[in-house]
């Protein structure tokens, strides 16, 4: 699979997105929370309509046939006709978006109910002390971002395949991503992890295609 990102420019993205992010929870989510609550709740209705259209797209591909999601399906079978039919190496592509959508809707889930954050809409209701992680109770999954896995997951494989197109494939990722924090359904760093998540994601299994012999 063609790749514009390198292992020099991902450990460079981690040591910058995961201190980034820490650094977030201590001190910045809240007060940006709250000053995207107090300035742009105007733009909710796009956003909630935005994620609603893609939720039913996804849903719709994620519907099971035989047993698996119908978009799983397609993928796979898209890349064994194209890597062992038509022996076209590029197909690795088809696996490399399997793998990475599964994985980041996956792994957000596993550490949702792992690191248990309240939402922003605790933050902005009765209010809490310190970081919210770790909570009780109810809208405790803030961390990370699920939607945001989901749709970066979808976009960002293509992004890095077809770089003359990188800018309009991740249009709609990044609109879903920027509506979790205007619709107050995320922190900046439950987001911007999900991100990282799935770029990391996409360079692990992306060294699938490099470590097949050039000659095939």
Request: charged content about 10%.
């Amino acid at each position: 699979m063609p790749s514009t990102m390198t292992l020099r420019q991902f450990l460079l993205f981690t040591a910058i997105s995961l201190p980034a992010c820490v650094l977030l929870i201590l001190f910045l989510d809240q007060p940006l929370a709250g000053f995207i609550h107090g300035h742009f709740t105007w733009s909710a209705p796009f956003f909630g309509a935005l994620t609603a259209a893609a939720d039913r797209t996804h849903d719709a591909l994620m519907t099971h046939l035989l047993g698996l999601p119908v978009i799983f399906l397609v993928l796979g079978l898209a890349f064994a006709v194209g890597r062992y039919g038509l022996k076209r190496r590029g197909a690795t592509l088809f696996l490399v978006l399997l793998l990475t959508h599964e994985f980041s809707m996956v792994l957000a889930r596993v550490l949702k109910g792992a690191v248990h954050r309240l939402r922003p809409e605790v933050q902005f209701g009765s209010g809490y002390a310190g970081t919210g992680l770790w909570a009780t109770g109810p809208h405790n999954d803030s961390f990370p971002s699920y939607h945001t896995a989901v749709y970066f997951s979808l976009f960002w494989p293509l992004a890095l395949a077809f770089p003359r197109f990188r800018v309009p494939l991740l249009v709609l990722p990044s609109l879903i991503g920027l509506g979790r924090l205007v619709l107050g359904a995320h922190y900046l760093s439950d987001v911007w992890f999900s991100l990282w998540l799935v770029v990391a994601l996409t360079f692990l299994f992306g060294l699938l295609e490099k470590q097949r012999p050039s000659a095939l």
